[in-house]
């Protein structure tokens, strides 16, 4: 995974490149002139025959996030941040139905949701300060089972 997203900065880097635009990892502290920065509430990407690729933008609670599309419409990978200001990333079903969550908590702790028909089955991660592991399924009828750990 995170050499494709390498490949898809470097593919989004090259582009840019070519469109005479630079990216640079900015901090709260600085001092840029106007000209120097290109500011947009969203940019989308489009492919070769103009259909929706990727959105930068952000979301519904007003969240910055990447959406990417598949070449039905489909988000089927998103990152960014939830409403509480946790990082999340997504990857979707054909139907846009999340099918794996990776994402932190309120405390920071890294959390893994596997998902099968819009239901949580699979649920696991590392809880609180000592970073106690945590393993949850949930049977065919919904049922929430510990092997380990709770969430």
Known sequence: MTAALAGVGAALGVQASRAGLSFGVASAQAQTDA?????????????ASGRRAIIIGTGGEGNPGVWFYDRNGKVRLSFGLYGDNNASMVLNDEQERAVEIFRTT?????????????????????????ADPAFVYFDAQGRKKALFGDY
């Open 35 to 47: 000209d120097d920065v290109t500011r947009a509430r969203q940019v989308e990407v489009v492919d």
């Open 106 to 130: 309120g405390t920071g702790d890294p959390v893994l949701v596997l998902k099968s028909e819009g239901s949580d089955r699979v649920i696991m991660g590392l809880k609180g300060r000592k």
